[in-house]
């Protein structure tokens, strides 16, 4: 039996808590300061509103302050802080954290500084005190994961991906159930660049399901399927480019974090409501204020937070706009307000 | 202006038919000897009854004993046969085909003779006269492609794929339209072995439709796409084995032909509904006569031709068992009537 804590009480983290809790192990959840209607709800005794379920009795809710409390003695800390609650995590943990504490990472998204991308495990670590963050372990999950259909015990692959394979073994063991099946790699930067990039190109096939609420069905009853499936591919296409920029392995594109990931995300959620009113011709700004204002969409933040980025390693010549046509158009949506046009004949030209 | 001559008037064949006419191409639509009914159809001047729309003026509808006056001075030959009637169309091409004329075939599909495997374009051109075979090129189309969209003018991304880039381009600008986004690649191995196996794959990923309508939605309303998204994957990364092994390209894995095109399959269908059968618990030689008898399941009908073939190739250790679990699965059960169960331990295990 180990002792766990997991930070951060949405959807995500708290599924986790669900193996967990059914291989026996105590666990401890934490909420952040943005969780606090959470764990009241929890400590109350009602159901996750987010998961729509009862956690187990051996999981217990905490608020962020009682985190030092929490996190004692325990073995591992599962980070569960959606992209934007990174840089809090680092800070919250640097004051409590014991460096012989592994970090199981469940957040996507990848950060720019103007010059280069960074994967999140690398921007937690960065946050780090700067005498033991090299010592820490952190390895992450990648994968399609939807958090309801976890904490429903609904068959689920994932993979555990971290630097150091005795570790990752380790964390599988811990965590595989007969429902949560858990596959480990050492490639973190291709399985966190696929798992982050899926939101945005999630984002961008939703914009069909606008197109066609927009246009209706066709007189031979036809939808736009073929549209949506050429936008899933070129996103797969520009993964597997910046994966390699990035010092990936092409694995990771065409497995559970790559084509697993971006298929399971372009089955609802977030990123496809945004991307319908994207798709409708609502401009991102006004659909995102009045529509979705208090909603993270995963897709959408990656834009925000990588675009200048990458618009700005384009210019340099470190990324080749010609492999990166959808990319360039999500970040132009999001970031600059631009209308939706499909760059056709940009698409499939860089092999 | 070109005059073209499609062999095969099901949904496929015909629809390429609408970018060829809109192109101001003129369109002889040739029925085999299955298709009376569709052509008597068209000659009456009804609408195609799978793509419920009409067809241009200049496409004449023509019925199989015509094929000789149909083919007169054509430019092009679309072979539009589904994968039964490969040999069929062999023959009864070799009986008019001038060795000048190349085929461009959307006919989708994997051949076994138990000891290997072969593509279709191969399995064509060896049935043709031996005087010639080699001298006629033959290039075929993969990518997302539902038949009914591109007939009704919506957005479609393809691969023309063959081994003569020259010859490409020519049926490139042929068929290129504003609707239909057509780019080449010579691959025609890997983009032939995706665009066959994706139908197998839809097949499996069809099994989460029968499996969530027995066991209903959670409590919690959760459905069952982590489960779809794993098989999803696990598909894709046998792909990429079987076109290795085959000596195909891996970048047409996950582009249009791979990824794309398994996309597109698993939005519904034939594969689709004959997936929920199989997950409903329903042996396959009983869902075949009882609820499909008079369709073709394009992944049922590849393992069926494939099967042992495979079985046999994995005995004598030409493929790796551990690389296709998810392929043998699916093997087992459409060609032994094998119960569905997900080989969950043998999943991502080959690397």
Redesign the interface.
């Given at each position: 039996m180990a002792k766990i804590a997991i930070l951060g009480a949405g959807v995500m983290g708290t599924a986790v808590s669900f193996p967990l809790s059914d291989n026996g192990h105590v666990v401890n959840l934490v909420g952040t300061h943005l969780d606090g209607d959470i764990i009241a709800k929890l400590q109350a005794g009602y159901?996750h509103p987010g998961?729509?379920?009862k956690l187990a009795e051996s999981v217990q809710p905490y608020t962020h302050d009682q985190l030092n409390e929490a996190i004692k003695d325990v073995d591992l800390v599962v980070l569960g802080v959606n992209s934007h609650g990174i840089n809090w995590a680092a800070q919250t943990l640097s004051a409590v954290l014991s460096p012989s504490i592994p970090i199981l990472a469940v957040t996507k998204g990848l950060a720019g500084d103007g010059e280069k991308l960074y994967i999140l495990p690398d921007v937690l670590r960065a946050g780090l005190p700067a005498d033991y963050r090299d010592r820490l372990e952190i390895a992450a999950i990648g994968?399609?994961?939807?958090a309801?259909?976890?904490?429903?015990?609904?068959?689920?692959?994932v993979?555990f991906t971290g630097k150091n394979q005795t570790l990752l073994n380790k964390l599988a063991e811990l965590l595989r159930s007969p429902y949560y099946?858990v596959?480990t790699s050492t490639d973190i930067v291709g399985v966190e660049v696929c798992v982050a990039l899926k939101n945005i190109y999630a984002l961008a096939v939703g914009l069909v399901i606008g197109f066609l609420e927009k246009e209706g069905k066709?007189?031979?009853?036809?939808?736009?399927?073929?549209?949506?499936?050429?936008i899933?591919?070129?996103g797969?296409?520009e993964?597997?480019y910046l994966v390699e920029k990035m010092q990936g392995k092409?694995?990771s594109?065409?497995?559970?974090p790559?084509?697993?990931?971006l298929?399971?995300t372009?089955?609802?959620g977030r990123n496809s409501r945004m991307g319908r009113l994207l798709g409708l011709g609502i401009p991102y700004s006004q659909a995102k204020a009045e529509y979705m204002p208090n909603d993270t969409v995963e897709g959408a933040s990656l834009a925000l937070a990588i675009g200048s980025t990458v618009e700005s390693m384009v210019k340099r010549g470190d990324l080749d706009s010609e492999a990166l046509p959808l990319l360039l158009t999500m970040i132009a949506i999001v970031c600059h307000d631009a209308p939706v046009t499909?760059p056709?004949d940009k698409?499939?030209a860089f092999?």
């Open positions: 159901a998961l729509r379920l994968g399609p994961s939807i309801q259909e976890l904490a429903a015990r609904r068959h689920t692959c993979v099946h596959w066709a007189e031979n009853d036809a939808a736009m399927h073929n549209l949506a499936a050429a899933f591919a070129q797969m296409v993964t597997a092409p694995r594109v065409y497995s559970l790559g084509t697993g990931d298929y399971v372009c089955q609802g499909i056709w698409f499939f092999s």
